[in-house]
Structure formats: structure tokens, C-alpha cells
């Protein structure tokens, strides 16, 4: 069973899993915009930390 938590913003609540570094607005977006399922490569990610 997946936790999950409650995160509010402007446009009321919505349910984050609990274990997710984003808030209720990127939730929103992962909701109403299925682009895809490919992460981005971690190779992108380091270089962006840089």
C-alpha cells in the first residue's frame, strides 16, 4: 500500500505520495499531463547539480 500525504496549494488539496520530493502543484501536473515514462538520464541530472 502506497502512503500517501496531503499537499494544498491555490487550487485546494491533492494526494502526494509520501515518499515524493515534489508538492501538490507538480502532482497536479504528473496527473493532467502523461507525457511519458522515460526519466530523464542521471547523466542530465548530475550535470544540472553542477
Known sequence: M??????S???GTVEVP???????QT???IMNFKIGNIP???EV???LAV
Do not use: L
Open 45 to 47: 541530472i548530475h550535470m
Open 2 to 7: 502506497i502512503k500517501i500525504r496531503k499537499e
Open 9 to 11: 496549494d491555490s487550487m
Open 27 to 29: 502532482q497536479r501536473s
Open 18 to 24: 509520501e515518499t515524493a520530493y515534489w508538492g501538490a
Open 40 to 42: 530523464m538520464p542521471q
